[in-house]
């Protein structure tokens, strides 16, 4: 010690001053090595573990942390030097990453759009409904830029095709480059919507950070004072894919023949989409003028600027829930434009029954490539093929600050990989450049292992809705012989109770996620003022369980298992893939004397039987928690569907609101009566108000476990070519926001 003493003393100013730096680097160095491994072994191998559609990634951190400043939406352009022509891109090393901001920052995107709100304790911050569009950015320049991908394609200059107030997309990093094909995959007919929402096209779209509605379709929307006009302004000079003309009569068209007509045409819909509604009622649309539409609805509809981002996954990739559709094209097939002998005709020589499902078929994208579109990228082929192909739009609407026709990648190609095991091996390959559907958190470790060999970048994006990755819909409409169990509160509160959240999120979420209820995170204005409901039901209690369910189902048979009526009590579990989490939840109902059984279907029949009656527990995701008003299908039996606690209930809804007969009716309990009356209330209600109707809804399906779920609120992993520029550190992926749209693809470009 005394000859440390004598050395340190011994040093000049200077001496001192270059250990103390030295110092202090080794200190930044050990920290980010440390964070960047975010605490995990890089060898690790984690074991094989499936999941659901919506259980493919988990958002950042925890919501309810302290207040942050979410990280600015773009930076400057650094060159602007106008795009070049690229060869096939290769590999580059990925670039240091900055830590994604906190989860807190997030939790004010509400299902209207809102800005930050008090962000205390309480967590109930009022936010503000955008009834007049945000600032836009605009950009006068001389002349519009196209990629060199059209060049001689025979098309009207690009000045023509591009309106004359586009789009203006901010890039994240820097102006980039034209070429390239951007390669993903998908699984099959039912995930079309892996196009759709990597190619937004609504009125209005969601920025980022989940923070504001901004405009995209729309130039600009304002609402009067009482939530029940919005008029919405067209950009100037838009046009279809195939080159006509975009305007109002598109909108007419959709409202007139694709929705609430009178009389209803139920050939064409069996019940029209959420932006036609407010509360039981449907709305009006008028063309003012060919670039001016007025949206009249005789409630308040406060969630207008959300309703109208357009739906992106209808199956099929079907148009017919957005706000417009072409009516050029598809008024050729339609009876009421050219008669019916000679629709008629039409769908005859094609094969079909009748006009109405012929023109029905036309509106899908997947399967009618011919049909003009409007997004970035348009197809080429149908989705039946084993690569599904798009090319650039040529009369896309959009462009970067300098004026360059976006997108900057001219094409998109996604591969039918149904095997999502294997869609992990060829992230971490290196063989898709873009992707976060079907991608596995717990595969993490294997991604990061692999990021400079396979030249990827392994993002951890955020999440505001999915509170529950995988939860479990008790069916209260149940037939069986168990009915009457599913429907005893205190019977799901004990299986809530009796499942190990801490092992399952260590397995199969490597410790990242959360124990979670189905209320909104901690600091949106519908979550529960008192904070237990963020996590209510979720302790891990066997001697409580037990206690409870002795009192409901005492008797037991030889191997120990509960018995009902004299009857073994077995549940099956109904999913559309197999994963560890249900394995490890049966296996902790096991322990409670609760016998149960997986039943894995394909997706397709899980839509069909979770609608059945005679289904017990059906299990899925629950990703849209944040935005109530505007989806709540997944939180509240309003409408008939496979992720349902009560299509009965369900049915009875829809038949007191809007006197259709959509399935078998039963008539619910006070409790859910009320629940739907809250619901009812708060559509319509102003912001303050419908908070608080929100917030009652959320407390009574947490207290009634209507919906069990298990953890959420980790990161959702992206993995992404790390030659692939203006790719965001930070987007809110959930599936109300649209992602991955959130991230803005068409700006997305490979580095030379």
């Keep these: 010690m005394n000859s440390l003493s004598a050395w340190f003393r011994s040093l000049s100013t200077k001496q001192i001053i270059v250990y103390l730096v030295l110092v202090a680097v080794a200190i930044y160095v050990v920290w980010y090595v440390i964070d960047a491994l975010e605490g995990l072994d890089p060898n690790f191998t984690p074991p094989s573990s499936g999941s659901n559609e919506s259980q493919n990634a988990l958002g950042n951190k925890s919501f309810g942390e302290k207040e942050e400043t979410p990280e600015p939406e773009a930076k400057k352009a650094e060159s602007k030097e106008a795009p070049a022509a690229n060869a096939a891109p290769a590999a580059a090393a990925p670039a240091k990453q900055p830590a994604a901001p906190q989860a807190a920052a ?99 779209r969601w920025s980022h950070d989940g923070f504001e509605a901004r405009g995209n379709i729309a130039a600009s929307w304002e609402a009067d004072a009482t939530g029940r006009s919005w008029t919405v302004t067209l950009r100037e000079g838009m046009h279809w894919s195939d080159g006509e003309p975009f ?50 609805y005789p409630n308040p509809n406060y969630n207008f600027p959300l309703l109208v981002s357009g739906n992106s996954c209808a199956h099929g990739s079907s148009s017919k829930n957005e706000t ?71 009369y896309y609407y959009g462009v970067d600050s300098d004026g360059h026709q ?12 149904e095997d999502r095991e294997l869609i992990q091996v060829q992230a971490a390959a290196g063989a898709i450049d873009f992707q976060y559907r079907h991608i596995r958190t717990d595969q993490y470790p294997t991604f990061k292992a692999n990021e400079e060999k396979s030249g990827i970048r392994v993002l951890r994006w955020g999440t505001a809705g999915t509170t529950a990755e995988t939860s479990y819909w008790i069916n209260q409409n149940n037939d069986g012989p168990f009915g009457d169990l599913l429907r005893n509160q205190q019977f799901r509160q004990a299986l ?10 260590e397995i199969s979420y490597l410790g990242l996620a959360q124990k979670r209820s189905v209320a909104p995170p901690w600091g949106h204005p519908h979550a529960p003022e008192d904070e237990a409901y963020q996590s209510k039901w979720t302790q891990y209690d066997v001697a409580e369980a037990n206690k409870m369910l002795d009192a409901i189902v005492p008797d037991k048979d030889a191997d120990g298992f509960r018995t009902y009526n004299g009857e073994k009590i077995n549940l099956i579990v109904l999913a559309a893939s197999a994963g ?25 029949t899980f839509e069909t039987r979770a609608k059945e009656f005679s289904t017990e ?68 209600s102003p912001p303050e108000q419908g908070n608080i109707h929100a917030r009652a809804i959320y407390e009574e399906i947490v207290d009634q476990q209507y919906i069990i779920p298990l953890v959420g609120l980790g990161p959702r992993v992206a993995v992404v070519n790390a030659n692939m520029g203006n790719v965001p550190e930070f987007a809110v992926m959930d599936w109300p926001f649209r992602g991955p749209s959130t991230a803005y693809p068409e700006q997305f470009y490979f580095k030379k």
């Design 106 to 204: 997030q939790v004010k995107a509400t299902a209207v759009a809102v800005t930050k709100g008090d962000g205390g304790k309480k967590g109930v911050g009022a936010g503000a409904i955008q009834l007049k569009a945000p600032a836009a950015t605009a950009v006068t320049p001389a002349r519009f830029k196209q990629s060199p991908f059209l060049d001689g394609k025979g098309l009207p200059d690009v000045d023509d095709r591009v309106p004359s107030d586009p789009l203006v997309i901010e890039v994240f990093d820097e102006i980039g480059a034209y070429g390239g094909t951007m390669r993903r995959v998908f699984t099959g007919a039912r995930d079309t919507c892996n196009y759709t929402r990597l190619a937004r096209s609504g009125l209005t």
């Design 247 to 296: 305007d109002a009569d598109d909108f007419v068209y959709a409202y007139e023949y694709m929705g609430k007509v009178d009389p209803f045409n139920d050939e064409l819909r069996g019940s029209p989409p959420a932006w036609m509604r407010s509360g039981s009622e449907f709305a009006s649309v008028a063309k003012v003028d060919d670039l001016t539409v007025r949206f009249i």
């Design 324 to 394: 417009y559709l072409p009516e050029h094209f598809l008024s050729q097939y339609h009876a009421g434009k050219v008669g019916e002998a000679a629709a008629s005709k039409a769908a005859t020589d094609a094969g079909f029954e009748s006009w109405a499902v012929l023109h029905n078929l036309k509106t899908k994208e997947a399967s009618t490539p011919e049909l003009p579109s409007m997004r970035p990228w348009i197809p080429v082929n149908d989705s039946s093929s084993l690569v599904w192909k798009f090319e650039r739009n040529p």
């Design 406 to 417: 976006l997108p900057y990648i001219d094409k998109v190609e996604m591969t039918l990989t």
């Design 496 to 505: 809530a109770i009796s499942i190990d959240r801490d092992r399952i999120n």
């Design 580 to 604: 560890d989490n249900a394995e490890m939840m049966i296996e902790d109902w096991k322990a409670v004397g609760i016998s149960s059984k997986l039943d894995v279907v394909s997706r397709a």
């Design 617 to 684: 527990v059906n299990q899925w995701g629950l990703d849209t928690a944040c935005c109530l008003w505007s989806d709540a299908n997944k939180q509240l039996p309003v409408n008939i569907g496979s992720v349902n606690w009560g299509n009965g209930y369900a049915a009875w809804w829809i038949k007191k609101n809007t006197g259709a007969d959509v399935g078998t009716i039963v008539e619910p309990p006070d409790n859910v009566k009320e629940i739907f009356k809250h619901y009812e209330d708060g559509l319509t």
